[in-house]
């Protein structure tokens, strides 16, 4: 191989056994150059705004918004880890070396899968707030919701481990040069995947849904013929009605926006074989990430006056975690 061969090569000195450089075309350059980076800053920057305003403001420290808060962590980590990781695969070399690659590949699925199980946990709780709104504050409690919290990001650890078990340990079979950083996964662990990330939790979410919703419309109904009967718009019971009504709608359009974004992904991964497509379909799955906040913002008035606190820097005050935002 002579030198001029040798210049588009991620290590020269290695001769064949190195990848060559990528060399993208203009739509790409757009994509993971401009049009990903700016995605990933976004993801980052939102996502923070929402741990930090349900972590410091105790108004927002609520059952319902400790999901939210464990589906804004996955999402952080998706625009720290997962879509970095897909620019670096599609643009340039990876010199980061095989631990890196490996740790950050499986940090990266441990991110899809804890987003699913948060979905699934945001799904439940609220069939059990509108389907049985009278044992609500009894089956759902703060200790519940951090246990089975604790238990989502602990089964995706392990279900991703397993998964990927051929990729921890021999990760070299998978690369076909140096300075490449790719995952595999055993057809049969693929599989399994495929069954207990995708089809089972989708089954759950459209199931829980799909009852959620049918309640709520009832519901609704009930409200406005009461409400017009007995003038009783006002009252704290339907207050709260309305307040579980609303958040489901809106945590519906969450769960809806998420399965768009996922779906494409899953069914790629079974019949496209391009790891360029691919890593455009995940663009789908990182936008979801960054979108998620900004439907909190616009739907949740207690989100957009905790957004306006830390921006402003009113969180630095003495007895701001006190603040009336609701």
Not at 65 to 81: E, H, I, K, M
């Amino acid at each position: 191989m002579d030198i001029e061969d040798q210049s588009d090569l991620c290590f020269p000195q290695l001769g064949n056994i190195s990848c060559r450089k990528t060399t993208p075309n203009l739509f790409e350059s757009f994509f993971f150059m401009v049009l990903l980076p700016i995605t990933c800053i976004f993801t980052v920057l939102l996502n923070l705004l929402v741990i930090i305003s349900i972590s410091h403001f105790r108004q927002l420290y609520t059952t319902t918004n400790l999901l939210l808060l464990s589906l804004a962590v996955s999402d952080v980590l998706v625009g720290l880890v997962g879509i970095p990781v897909v620019i670096i695969q599609s643009t340039s070399c990876w010199f980061l070396g095989d631990i890196v690659c490996r740790l950050m590949n499986y940090l990266a699925f441990i991110c899809q899968s804890a987003s699913i199980g948060n979905m699934v946990l945001i799904s439940a709780d609220r069939f059990v707030a509108i389907c049985d709104p009278l044992h609500y504050t009894v089956k759902v409690t703060v200790k519940k919701i951090q246990l089975c919290i604790c238990l989502c990001w602990l089964a995706s650890v392990i279900h991703c481990g397993i998964v990927l078990k051929d990729h921890l340990a021999h990760h070299e079979i998978y690369n076909t040069c140096l300075g490449e950083c790719v995952h595999g996964i055993d057809i049969i662990w693929g599989i399994l995947d495929i069954i207990v990330n995708f089809l089972i939790p989708l089954a759950t979410i459209v199931i829980l849904y799909t009852r959620v919703f049918v309640v709520a419309v009832s519901q609704a109904r009930a409200l406005r013929s009461q409400g017009k009967c007995f003038k009783l718009q006002n009252s704290a019971p339907f207050r709260v009605k309305r307040s579980e009504l609303k958040a489901a709608k809106t945590l519906g359009i969450v769960v809806l926006v998420f399965l768009v974004c996922f779906c494409p992904y899953n069914i790629a991964s079974l019949v496209v074989y391009d790891e360029n497509v691919i890593n455009y379909i995940v663009y789908l799955f990182g936008l979801n990430a960054c979108v998620n906040p900004l439907i909190y913002a616009v739907f949740y008035p207690c989100f957009r006056r905790a957004f306006k606190h830390i921006v402003t820097l009113r969180i630095l005050q003495p007895g701001s975690c006190e603040a009336n935002i609701l």
